[in-house]
């Protein structure tokens, strides 16, 4: 199976990452990558850059040796109603939104709590993608997640970092919901969460684990830039319509 795209990459800016843009570029065109994302945390975050860094991404080039640069953020969640720390004049003027929970930003909730912040931020239609959504500092209710996935056209990330250095205790949760994709027809992107450039691309444990699920490769919207750039002109992406 081949990942052509990796839409969750950390620089510098996000303050514990250690790698520039034009770095990763070069390491995505060492692999083979088409597409990147270039998606680092909000300003919630510990050391996150400022809403002004997120929204300066214009002077990025489009293409740098040769790999399509997606310009965008990997959003907070700061509140069980889903409101994000970037504000929409920034958001709809990006190509790629993630939204997640982190315990950096907030303290998690209970279950229902933390699924009800989900379900909300799934409704903003510049959100693209939930990161980590297997985290188990943050217990949800997968399946009610996964239809709402499937409802607003959001897609669920397989977080290959939460099975390699962060989020111990993730791979029973990302298991569970990635056949609940799998028995719904919800696309899953497998993305590395990279921190340093070295990691763009990385997703082997990720797709270990859609091989054990036995994920159909049509779900898996990264192995496919024709299926991914379909996706984002249907959510309305400027750069894409």
Not at 65 to 74: D, R
Request: proline fraction near 5%.
């Amino acid at each position: 199976m081949e990942i052509l795209i990796d839409m969750h990459n950390h620089t510098i800016a996000s303050g514990h990452a250690y790698s520039t843009v034009q770095e990763i570029a070069v390491e995505a065109n060492k692999k083979g990558l088409k597409f990147i994302g270039i998606t680092d945390h909000g300003p919630k975050m510990p050391g996150g850059p400022h809403v002004y860094h997120i929204a300066n991404q214009r002077v990025i080039p489009e293409k740098i040796y040769g790999v399509e640069i997606l310009k965008g953020v990997e959003a907070n969640i700061m509140d069980q109603e889903g409101q994000l720390d970037v504000p929409e004049r920034i958001l709809k003027n990006l190509d790629i939104v993630i939204a997640g929970l982190h315990d950096g930003c907030i303290e998690p909730w209970d279950i229902d709590g933390n699924t009800k912040a989900l379900l909300n931020v799934m409704e903003n239609n510049y959100v693209d993608i939930i990161s980590h959504p297997g985290n188990p500092i943050f217990p949800i209710h997968k399946e009610k997640f996964v239809l709402k996935a499937k409802e607003t056209k959001t897609l669920i990330e397989i977080n290959n970092s939460s099975f390699r250095s962060s989020r111990k205790g993730s791979k029973d949760n990302c298991y569970e919901i990635a056949m609940l994709c799998k028995k719904h027809g919800v696309p899953v992107i497998a993305n590395s969460d990279s921190h340093i450039s070295f990691d763009v691309g990385r997703v082997d444990k990720a797709i270990e684990l859609l091989e054990e699920v036995g994920m159909p490769e049509e779900l898996i919207i990264n192995t496919c830039v024709h299926r991914f750039t379909n996706y984002l002109k249907d959510k309305g992406k400027t750069r894409f319509v």
